[in-house]
């Protein structure tokens, strides 16, 4: 889970604001491709999806940071359809 959830540009008040969702799913893609410099297949691996399902993932996601970055939007992480590993206590 994300440390900080929520992203807004500086200056802007946050009823001004248009907010786009990036779903965990979406989150995790990035962070294991674009920070942790995972190839696709294993981040797939990683995920426990599909090569495709996770190229969807990266794809939705970095179209959202950009639409986010380049249009001064905010960006919420929230959301989708994922299970948290962790362990199991006795």
Known sequence: ????DHFKPQGIPPSMVRTIKLS???FEAIRLVDLMDMDQQDAAVEMGVSRKTFWND???ARKKVATALIGGHAIRIQGGSYVVRGEIEE
Do not use: F, H, I, Q
Request: aromatic fraction near 0%; avoid cysteine; glycine fraction near 0%.
């Open 24 to 26: 965990l799913e979406e």
């Open 58 to 60: 990266l794809k939705s």
């Open 1 to 4: 889970m994300p440390e900080v």
